[in-house]
């Protein structure tokens, strides 16, 4: 039974980076698209970047566009997210997630879309 674990959450200051790692235990994901979600405080879990089982096809949101990069070097090895020049506002719970996902390019941007999860990793951000 794969399972994901995330690390690389950490405390920083505005401006630092970090860069988160999602792992599979007890097997591997390389069939499967990954993405990384978060939630904030008092907020709902939104999506922040995807990427399909190949590395191939990527998706990042608009609100991380430009700052956060999203990789992973082949189906079999870990999924990192590349967060820069980091904000208060990117202060959160960091999840990855993952789903089924082989020979396709595609990259859900969806929770309902995930069905195995992390247990997530907290950064925060201080100004």
């Known amino acids: 039974q794969v399972q994901l674990v995330e690390s690389g959450g950490g405390l920083v200051q505005a401006g630092d980076s970090l860069t988160l790692s999602c792992a599979a235990s007890g097997g591997t994901f390389n069939t499967y698209a990954v993405g990384w979600f978060r939630q904030a405080p008092g907020k709902e879990r939104e999506f922040v970047a995807g990427i399909n089982w190949s590395g191939g096809s990527r998706v990042v949101a608009d609100s991380v566009k430009g700052r956060f990069t999203i990789s992973r070097a082949s189906a079999r090895r870990p999924v990192y997210l590349q967060m820069n020049n980091l904000e208060p506002e990117d202060t959160a719970v960091y999840y990855c997630?993952?789903?089924?996902?082989?020979?396709?390019?595609?990259?859900?941007?969806?929770?309902?879309?995930?069905?195995?999860w992390g247990q997530g990793t907290q950064v925060t951000v201080s100004s």
């Open positions: 997630a993952a789903r089924l996902n082989f020979n396709s390019d595609y990259v859900g941007q969806g929770q309902i879309e995930y069905f195995k």
